[in-house]
């Protein structure tokens, strides 16, 4: 990749974000945001990958608050497991724990899935939370590009592998749910199938606004086959918008200065940026629905190509061999 053409793609990125943020500025400006109500959720599990900070601790704490048993996934055990101490703590909730889950790594979201299973409990909704954001050019345990083995692959692995569990522990009408995030960097996102790991040369804009477009292929054609298999499961894709978290240490100096002098007007809260998850996986108005993109708590368009159901399809056949994932397109989910 030149480096004309990896100027273009921060460019591309960067203007994607302002717009956001001069969004969510007026939103601000004319009444802010209001939370939304979610029913309480007793009984229900939910796991969420990345819960130790930002945007994933503050949907663990609000699923929490519903009752919800929670599993936060995260790579760094002990500060998980004084995140679940601290959410059980402010909750009241007792039914918050820690599994460790390396998304980087293959052989470690293998040995979550089978932990996890080993307690024979049902899962009722899966939030694929956890990202890294326009890191240095660096590979996964099992060889990928960054961005798109942890943020995309990672979760494709952990969904698949999970899927029957969701199956079982959905019913009519209270169906399991997928909930993946993406958000608005996936408009100016490229999928190159002939070079997804980047290995053409690396743009950290482009190789993260990728991954985030991935994950909404991803999602719209999970939800085509759960709904050919008539499975009470669904699958569906939150953006939190523009939220001020940790994710942006490797940014451009003046993201990061806008950020800290300004991020209380032009970014949403960790707390807000949640909303938009927790509604996917909670609110009764998506009960049986999937193949959504939800922004602001609303349905919104994704990018015209994510709905093209040949690249659909192909970005899921090469993930399946890059996972080692049997392909089940032609017979959704037989044994």
């Known amino acids: 990749m030149s480096p004309l053409s990896v100027a273009r793609a921060a460019l591309r990125v960067y ?9 969510q500025l007026l939103r601000r400006c004319l009444g802010g945001f209001t939370e939304p109500v979610f ?16 945007i994933g601790l503050a949907t663990c704490k609000r699923l929490a608050l519903l009752e919800m048993h929670v599993i936060i996934a995260g790579n760094d055990a002990a500060k998980g497991r004084e995140v679940a101490r601290r959410i059980r703590e402010e909750t009241g909730n007792q039914k918050v724990e820690f599994s460790y889950c390396d998304l980087a790594s293959m052989r470690s979201i293998r040995e979550f899935v089978l932990t996890f299973k080993e307690k024979k ?3 009722h909704v899966l939030i694929n939370n956890a990202g890294v954001m326009m890191v240095p050019q660096r590979q996964t345990e099992d060889g990928f590009e960054e961005h798109f083995g942890l943020n995309y692959l990672g979760h494709f692995l ?6 029957d569990t969701l199956r079982e522990s959905g019913r009519p009408g209270r169906s399991a749910r997928v909930v993946s995030m993406s958000s608005a960097t996936h408009y100016v996102g490229e999928l190159a199938l002939d070079d997804l790991q980047s290995r053409g040369g690396y743009s950290p804009h482009g190789a993260y606004a990728q991954s985030k477009l991935a994950l909404v292929l991803f999602t719209y054609h999970l939800q085509g086959l759960l709904a050919a298999q008539g499975s009470h499961v669904t699958a569906n894709v ?6 001020d978290t940790d994710l942006y240490k490797h940014v451009f100096w003046g993201t990061r200065l806008v950020k800290k002098l300004f991020g209380w007007l032009f970014f949403k809260t ?6 938009t998850s927790v509604y996917a996986a909670v609110t009764p108005d998506l009960e049986g629905v999937g193949g959504r993109y939800l922004y602001n708590e609303t349905d919104a368009r994704s990018l015209a190509l994510t709905y093209d159901p040949h690249l659909q399809q ?5 993930s399946c061999q890059m996972t ?12």
């Not at 952990?158 to 899927?163: A, R």
């Not at 960790?270 to 909303?275: I, K, L, Q, V």
């Not at 080692?324 to 044994?335: C, I, M």
Request: no cysteine; glycine share 12%; hydrophobic share 45%.
């Open 238 to 243: 939150a953006d939190p918008g523009v939220v």
């Open 121 to 123: 409990l049902p899962l």
């Open 39 to 54: 029913p309480r959720q007793p009984g229900r599990v939910a796991i969420v990958t990345g819960g130790t900070e930002g």
């Open 270 to 275: 960790p707390d807000e940026g949640a909303w």
């Open 314 to 318: 192909e970005l899921w056949a090469r």
């Open 158 to 163: 952990l969904t698949n592998l999970l899927l």
């Open 15 to 23: 203007a994607a974000g302002v717009a956001v943020m001069m969004a």
């Open 324 to 335: 080692g994932v049997r392909d089940r397109t032609r017979d959704p989910f037989s044994e």
